[in-house]
C-alpha cells in the first residue's frame, strides 16, 4: 500500500495511507487521498454502494479524515449532511482532516460546527470557500491553505487556535464579524483581493507578520485584545483601514510598509505602540486616534501627511517622522512628549499642550533599532529642515522649539507665547532686501527679521513694494493691532534666554506694528515715527550718527554765517580823573556782538569755521563753548545742546542693543 508523506513547518512528519485508485495499471495516476476507513480508495475513488455505506456510519460530531482528496461541491454536500445534526439542521464534525484536499468547484460548510480540530493545511479551494457562521472548537489550521476565489469567514467563532500561515487568499476575504478567542496567526499570509476583518475580535494575540495585502486592507472597528503584530507587514493596496479599530495589548508595527494611504482614524491604542521603520508612500491618518500607553511613534518615513488632528496622547509619546507634512490640529497632549523631525511642515494650529513638549529637527537620518540608518531615498534633494506652520490657538507655555523654521509660522492667537522656548537655530523670514520703488521714490528696509504675518499684512497695502510674502488661502488676515503683542513676547521670550541682541529685531518689529496701527493716539504715532526716523527705534547706530553729522554740519553751517560776531567783544572801561592819592575807579564794559555784514561767502573763512567747529563740538558733549555768539548763534547753540547730545545718545544705545550680554 503507497503511503503519502507530508512536511508541515514544525517538521512534524504527518502520513496518511493514499488513495490506491488504478493501482497496477499501466496508466495509473497516484491520489494523494486518504483512504476510507474500510477500504483502500478515498471519498472521491469510493464506488457509490461504498460511499452510501460509509456515510451511514458517520453522524453528528463524528470524526472524518479526507486529507488529500478531491471534492466537488456535490460530494461535500454528501459528507455534511451526512454529519448534519437533527436538532440545529447544521452539520457538526469532531476531528476534520483535510489537509491538502482539493475543492474544485466551491466549498460551502456555512453554519458548521467544528467540535474537535480542523484542518485544511495546503488544500486548494478553486471555488469559493465559504465557512461563514462556522464554529471551531477546537484548533483551526489553514496553513498554506490556497483560496483562489475568495474565502468568506463572516461571524465565525474560533474558540481555539487559528493558523493561516502563508495562505494565499485570491480576489475577496472576509473575516467580519469573526472571533478568535485563541491565538490568530497569518503569518506571511497573501491576500491579493479585498481583505476585510471590519468588528472582528481577537481575544488572543494576533499576528500578521510579514504578510502581504494587495487590495484593500479593512480593519475597521476590529478589537485585538492582545498584542497585535503586523511587523515587516506589506499594504501594496490603495488604502488600508484601521479606522475605529481597538487595540487593548500592544500593537507592533515596525518595518511595516504602506505603499498608499493608512487610515487609523479613531483608533484606540490602550497598550504599547511602535512604528520602528515602518513606510507610508501615501498619507498616514490617525485623527482623533487615542494613545493611553507610552508610544514609540518611529522613526518611520511618510512622503505624504501624518495627519495626528485631533488625536489624544495620554502618555509620554516620542515622535521621530521623517515626513513630507505633519497636522497637529486641536491634538491633546496630556503628558510629556518630544518630537523630532526631518523635512516636515508641522501645524499646531489649537493644539493642546499640558506637559512639557520638545519639539526639534534631526540632523542625521534616524537610527533604527538595530543600528542601521532609515532609508530616506524618497526625499532624495529635499532639504531636511524642519518648518512650522501654525501656532494659532496654542498655550505655548510648556513648548520648546528647537532648530526649527519659523519663517510661514503663525503666531497670532498663541497664548503665553513669551514662555515659549527657542533653542539652536530657530530662524525667522526677514524683510525684502535690496532698493524698491513705490511712487517713483526708492524704498530700502534695514534687514531684520520678520513675521510671516507682516510679510502678509504688508503685502496687502496698496503701496506694497515687491518682496513680500503673500498669505495663502486659509490663514486669515491680521494687522497691526495683533502682531504688536506678537512681537512683544517674543521679545520676551528672547530676552528671558539672555539673547538680547536676537531680541532686538522683535523690539523694532513691535514699535513698527505700533507706529502703523492706526486705532493709536496720533500724538503716539507721530513720537514712534520720529523715534524710527532719528535712530530706528534706539536700534540703528548708523542712522542716528547720520543724523547727528548733519545736525554738526548745520550747526557749524548756521554759526559761520549768521552765528558769529565780525569780532570778538572786547571790553571798555571808563572813570573820573581822581585827586592825587585817591583810588581810581573804572567801569568795565563790553559791547554787544555785531552782526557779520557783506556777501555770505565773505563770512566763511578758516579762523569763523575753527570757532564754529569748537561751539559744535562742546555742544555735542552738553558743554558750553564760552565763545561769543550773536543772538542767533546764541539760539543755534542752545538747540544743538540740547539735540546733538540726544543723537549721540540714540547712537550709542543702538550700539548697546546689538552687543550687550
Avoid at 205 to 229: K, N
Avoid at 404 to 420: E, R, S
Wanted: hydrophobic fraction near 40%; include cysteine; glycine fraction near 10%.
Amino acid at each position: 500500500m503507497r503511503r503519502r508523506i507530508l512536511i508541515i513547518r514544525s517538521f512534524v512528519l504527518q502520513v496518511w495511507p493514499t488513495c490506491d485508485h488504478g493501482a497496477g495499471t499501466e496508466d495509473a495516476v497516484s491520489c494523494p487521498g486518504a483512504h476510507v476507513p474500510g477500504h483502500t480508495v478515498c471519498l472521491t475513488h469510493l464506488d457509490g454502494t461504498g460511499r452510501a455505506t460509509y456515510l451511514a456510519t458517520l453522524a453528528p460530531g463524528a470524526d472524518i479524515d479526507h486529507r488529500g482528496t478531491s471534492f466537488t461541491s456535490d460530494l461535500l454536500n454528501e459528507l455534511l449532511d451526512a454529519l448534519r445534526d437533527p436538532s440545529t439542521n447544521q452539520p457538526r464534525m469532531g476531528n476534520a482532516q483535510f489537509d491538502k484536499a482539493v475543492f474544485s468547484d466551491g466549498a460551502s460548510f456555512e453554519m458548521a460546527t467544528f467540535v474537535g480540530d480542523a484542518h485544511f493545511d495546503g488544500a486548494i479551494f478553486a471555488g469559493g470557500a465559504g465557512f461563514n457562521g462556522v464554529t471551531f472548537t477546537g484548533d483551526a489550521r489553514f496553513s498554506r491553505t490556497t483560496f483562489t476565489e475568495g474565502a468568506h469567514f463572516d461571524r465565525a467563532t474560533f474558540t481555539g487556535a487559528a493558523r493561516f500561515d502563508e495562505a494565499t487568499f485570491a480576489r475577496s476575504t472576509a473575516f467580519e464579524g469573526a472571533t478568535f478567542a485563541g491565538d490568530a496567526w497569518f503569518h506571511e499570509a497573501t491576500f491579493t483581493g479585498r481583505a476585510g476583518f471590519n468588528r472582528t475580535t481577537f481575544t488572543g494575540e494576533a499576528s500578521f507578520t510579514g504578510a502581504t495585502f494587495s487590495y484593500y486592507a479593512a480593519f475597521l472597528g476590529t478589537a485585538f485584545t492582545r498584542d497585535a503584530w503586523f511587523n515587516r507587514t506589506l499594504f501594496t493596496g490603495p488604502e488600508s483601514y484601521f479606522t475605529g479599530a481597538v487595540f487593548t495589548g500592544s500593537a507592533w508595527f515596525d518595518e511595516a510598509t504602506f505603499t498608499d494611504g493608512a487610515q487609523f482614524d479613531g483608533t484606540t491604542f490602550t497598550g504599547e505602540v511602535r512604528f520602528d521603520g515602518a513606510t507610508f508612500t501615501g498619507d498616514a491618518q490617525f485623527e482623533e486616534a487615542v494613545f493611553e500607553r507610552s508610544a514609540h511613534f518611529g522613526p518611520l518615513v511618510c512622503t505624504g501627511r501624518v495627519m495626528l488632528s485631533w488625536a489624544v496622547f495620554s502618555a509620554p509619546v516620542t515622535l521621530s517622522l521623517a515626513a513630507r507634512r505633519l497636522e497637529c490640529q486641536r491634538t491633546r497632549w496630556s503628558s510629556t512628549a518630544e518630537m523630532r523631525l526631518r523635512y516636515a511642515t508641522v501645524d499646531f494650529s489649537h493644539a493642546v499642550f499640558e506637559y512639557p513638549l520638545t519639539f526639534a529637527a534631526e540632523a542625521e537620518p534616524f537610527l533604527l533599532p538595530g543600528g542601521a540608518l532609515m532609508e530616506e531615498q524618497m526625499f532624495a534633494g529635499s532639504p531636511s529642515q524642519v518648518r512650522l506652520a501654525s501656532l494659532r490657538g496654542v498655550d505655548a507655555a510648556h513648548l520648546v522649539l528647537a532648530d526649527i523654521n519659523l519663517t510661514a509660522c503663525l503666531f497670532a492667537g498663541t497664548v503665553h507665547l513669551d514662555q515659549v522656548r527657542l533653542e539652536g537655530a530657530c530662524t525667522f523670514d526677514t524683510v525684502p532686501p535690496g532698493t524698491h520703488w513705490a511712487h517713483r521714490l526708492p524704498v530700502r528696509f534695514t534687514q531684520r527679521r520678520a513675521l510671516a504675518e507682516e510679510q502678509h499684512w504688508r503685502a496687502r497695502r496698496p503701496a506694497a513694494v515687491r518682496g513680500w510674502n503673500t498669505a495663502v488661502l486659509g490663514t486669515g488676515h491680521v494687522g497691526p493691532t495683533q502682531l504688536a503683542p506678537v512681537y512683544r513676547a517674543l521679545r520676551k521670550t528672547l530676552e528671558d534666554g539672555k539673547d538680547e541682541p536676537g531680541a532686538a529685531d522683535f523690539y523694532y518689529g513691535e514699535c513698527e506694528m505700533r507706529r502703523h496701527d492706526t486705532r493709536r493716539p496720533k500724538g503716539e504715532r507721530a513720537l514712534l515715527t520720529a523715534y524710527w526716523a532719528l535712530s530706528g527705534y534706539g536700534l540703528r547706530a548708523l542712522r542716528a550718527l547720520a543724523w547727528l553729522g548733519v545736525a554738526m554740519v548745520v550747526t557749524i553751517a548756521v554759526m559761520v554765517l549768521w552765528g558769529l560776531p565780525v569780532d570778538d567783544p572786547k571790553p571798555t572801561f571808563t572813570g573820573r580823573q581822581p585827586a592825587v592819592g585817591q583810588k581810581v575807579v573804572l567801569t568795565s564794559d563790553i559791547p554787544d556782538p555785531v552782526n557779520p555784514t557783506g556777501h555770505l561767502t565773505e563770512r566763511v573763512t578758516t579762523e569763523r569755521g575753527e570757532k564754529a567747529l569748537r561751539v559744535v563740538i562742546n555742544s555735542v558733549i552738553f558743554r558750553s563753548s564760552g565763545q561769543d555768539l550773536t543772538t542767533s548763534g546764541t539760539y543755534t547753540e542752545m538747540i544743538s545742546r540740547l539735540a546733538e547730545p540726544v543723537l549721540l545718545g540714540l547712537a550709542i544705545l543702538a550700539v548697546r542693543n546689538r552687543v550687550k550680554r
